[in-house]
C-alpha cells in the first residue's frame, strides 16, 4: 500500500520577482495557500538565480525594477537551457504596450492592481492549478 506522501502529486513551482517586498510576500502566501511551492524575491539576479535552482515552471515578473528590469530578466530566463518550458507571466503597472516594446517572450500579462481571483485564473490557465483551493475573503 502507498503512503499517502507517496501518492501525492507534485505542487506546481512560481517564483515571484517584483521590487515591493509586501506585494512579494502577499502573492507567495497566496501561491502557497492554493497548492503551489511559490518563492519571492526583490531582485532580478537573485530571481533567476532562484528559478534555475528551484526548476520553476512560471515566473511572476514585474516589469519596473531597480537592478534588471523585466525584459532583461525575461531574457536572462529564456536563455536558462534548464527552464526551456517556464511560462512568464508579467505583472505590471506598466502598460502592456510599453513592455511588448522591450519584451515580447511572456506568456501573460497583467496590470497591477490584481484581484487573487485573476491571477489564480491566469496562473491556473498557464500552467493548471494548484493542489488547494484558497479560502478567499468575502
Do not use: C, Q
Not at 495557500?33 to 515552471?57: I, L, P
Not at 537592478?67 to 527552464?83: K, Q, V
Amino acid at each position: 500500500m502507498l503512503s499517502a506522501s507517496a501518492t501525492a502529486l507534485p505542487r506546481p513551482t512560481i517564483v515571484v520577482i517584483d521590487d515591493i517586498p509586501d506585494l512579494v510576500d502577499s502573492v507567495v502566501m497566496l501561491l502557497e495557500m492554493s497548492g503551489y511551492d511559490a518563492f519571492g524575491e526583490t531582485a532580478g539576479a537573485s530571481g533567476v538565480r532562484k528559478s534555475t535552482e528551484v526548476g520553476a515552471e512560471l515566473v511572476v515578473l514585474d516589469f519596473l525594477l531597480p537592478e534588471m528590469n523585466g525584459a532583461e530578466i525575461g531574457t536572462a530566463l529564456r536563455a536558462e537551457p534548464s527552464l526551456a518550458a517556464l511560462k512568464i507571466l508579467m505583472l505590471s503597472a506598466t502598460p502592456e504596450a510599453m513592455v511588448r516594446h522591450s519584451f515580447t517572450a511572456y506568456d501573460g500579462f497583467l496590470a497591477k492592481p490584481v484581484f487573487a481571483e485573476d491571477l489564480l485564473a491566469a496562473i491556473d490557465k498557464l500552467i493548471g492549478s494548484g493542489t488547494t483551493s484558497p479560502r478567499l475573503p468575502s
